[in-house]
């Protein structure tokens, strides 16, 4: 009860509303995503108490999560990654005349699923705490490496692309001083270096910046305003048919929960896959593709459920789930919280307070999405090269607030050139994200590890969490080459 005051107070809730209204429309705008606007809210958050900035960083994001699927409805452009599955069934239902039917579901559905996977967390992530305590430096080790190694499977493009650019924020994060030593390392002179690359300004850049110039190259589509449609909302006549498929709802957030927790696989991952198993298991596959409801509920229950997922791994372990929670790792970090097994018994409020609010956030959600769509129709009649303006406004912005300084402007510069020709390049980036951030997880746990068993690195093998976690790695880089070899000499033979 005292947590339910406390996040409901107006210092908490009025930022926190007004971040879902954000997030709303960061996600429903083509050329803005969820996990920019989690990255242009944390400095905006830098100067409030950790409860109030991390209402308005879930707000943000499970909003703008639903969001993505307006646009991707409407238009067949996905308004974030974790809403692409959105465009096979819910634009052949405008396409039918039923696009506010459409959202109308995805938005019923993506609160029933984020509460489904919010309820997981709540349940699972104090348990995994306690077995966490277990962990020594050795397991993080191999923690990070695995985080690292899923992030580069699961992407899109081969998994060389993503081991390359989790390889490159690995090398990144490595600019600051040493460690364990305090040696200076890359940073060529520039005091500003010491501390290492702004996380937050990076990720502005890669994510926004890098969005700009892939607009600003395709000069046919700077003044192309986009197609407005309001469609009909009501709540009550979806109910029906979200009974009907009722374990379409049920299989798919609970899919989209166990693959959101998976380090590096996200909610556009669970999305995929939920859809996947929903065409697999339907009685009427056929149709999926076509307009189906079916298709619709399976991917928007799950990606909401996937974000919710995405924090067990970011609580528990201090590993980002994805980009979003990786920016949230970060943000915690500056509040000068440490996420791991220890927050659960060093700070116990915050974490209650974290479940209130993800709960709070989905039932608040209808309410921001039933204004998202309605307002959806006037937002698409600005012309892209104005949405790239705004962008343009909020990364300068963003980038600057956090430490007063021009010079994580530059830093946002440079990653977004860095971030615009790695997708010209088909290489993903997230994996180079969870590189920066987990690479000093991997190489202190490492350092350290070797310190107290005097340079053996065998007991990262000995250790049975380390050999199990070590095996999870071999078996996720490795594991689908080797099964292809023997599958085809057993066909020779």
Known sequence: MDTLLVVLQPAVLIPWILAMLFGIFAGATPGLTATMATALIVPISYYM????????????????????????TYLRIPGTPASSAAILDGFEMNRQGKGGFALTLDLLCSSIGGMIGVAV??????????????????????????????SAVVSRGNTFRGIVSAALGM???????????????????????????????????????????????????????????????SLIGALPTIWKHKITVLRSAIIGTLTGSLPGAGADIAAWVSYGVAKKTSRHPERFGTGSAEG?????????????????????????????????????????????????????????????????????????????????????????????????????????ALENSFFDIYV?????????????????????????????????????GLVRTHGDFLPFFTRPISAVLAAALFVTLFGGPIWSFIKARLKRS
Do not use: C
């Open 121 to 150: 967390l709540i349940m699972v992530a104090p348990l995994l705490a306690r077995f966490a305590l277990r962990f020594s430096s050795a397991e993080y080790f191999w923690l990070g490496l695995f985080g690292l190694s899923m």
């Open 49 to 72: 108490e950790p409860v109030a900035g991390l209402a308005m960083i879930i707000g943000a994001t499970f909003t703008a999560i639903f969001a993505g699927d307006i646009p991707a």
């Open 296 to 400: 619709v509920i399976a991917p928007t229950s799950a990606n909401n459920a996937g974000l919710a997922g995405a924090w067990i791994p970011a609580l528990v372990f201090g590993i980002p789930g994805d980009a979003v929670t990786a920016i949230v790792v970060g943000a915690m970090l500056m509040y000068g919280l440490r996420p791991g097994p220890l927050i659960f018994e060093e700070t116990p409020e915050i974490v209650n307070g974290i479940f209130t609010i993800a709960v709070i956030t989905q039932v608040l959600l209808i309410f921001a999405g039933i204004l998202g769509i309605r307002a959806f129709g006037r937002i698409l009649r600005l012309p892209r090269n104005a949405v790239m303006v705004i962008v343009l406004l909020f990364s300068a912005v963003g980038s600057f």
């Open 412 to 448: 946002m510069i440079a990653f977004g050139i860095v971030g615009f020709y790695m997708e010209k390049k088909d290489i993903p980036l997230p994996p180079l994200i969870l590189g920066l951030i987990l690479g000093p997880m991997v190489e202190r746990n490492l350092r350290v």
């Open 171 to 233: 090398l990144i994060s490595t600019v600051g001083m040493d460690v364990t030593t305090g040696h200076r390392r890359f940073t060529f002179g520039q005091l500003e270096l010491l501390d290492g690359v702004g996380f937050i300004p990076a990720m502005i850049g890669l994510f926004g910046l890098s969005e700009v110039l892939k607009l600003a190259s395709d000069q046919s589509i700077l003044n192309q305003p986009s197609v407005q449609e309001s469609g009909k909302i």
